[in-house]
């Protein structure tokens, strides 16, 4: 008797947890309203097109732990076909480099560099994803403290 009073015990405590479970993880309205940017395939092919559609501004710069996107929230960087580009503030003016490739892991890599940045922007950077123009990039620096997370995202303007 005991035992089956244990037995009707448990079931009832899994019947109320499983009960409580459903309520709180029941479908809400408001979550098909969440506007999440379709993420393009990431191949070389496409991150070689879709870099060059438009101007690009820089909505996010870590740099040696420290978050340094206003000192270029003026930017604009402007990438050619001939993998080269143009970045300006409307004052300064940097003219620079970028090749993407696709590494022995498959991913792909962006190498942006001018010679007249800084170790901020210059980087061989990893693409983590490339939504509909967003492109999240994530690379490693090294100096003198030694090495640091180094985080870029380019979000693309074509309206410049």
Known sequence: ????????????????????LMFFTSCNDDESQIDIPPQLELDLETVNATIVECEWVITYLLAQG??????????????????????????TTHLGIWVAQQ?????????????????????????????????????????LEGESEHILTLEKDCDL
């Open 1 to 20: 008797m005991k035992l089956d009073m244990k037995l009707t015990s448990i079931k009832m405590i899994a019947f109320l947890a499983l009960f409580v």
């Open 66 to 91: 420290n978050d340094i996107t206003l000192e270029y929230a003026d930017y604009t960087f402007s990438f050619n076909v001939d993998e080269t580009f143009v970045a300006t503030d409307g004052t």
């Open 103 to 143: 590494v022995n892991t498959g991913e792909i890599v962006l190498a942006i560099s001018a010679t007249t940045f800084t170790n901020e922007i210059n980087d061989f950077y990893f693409i983590t994803s490339l939504d509909v123009g967003v492109f999240h990039l994530e690379g490693m620096l090294f100096g």
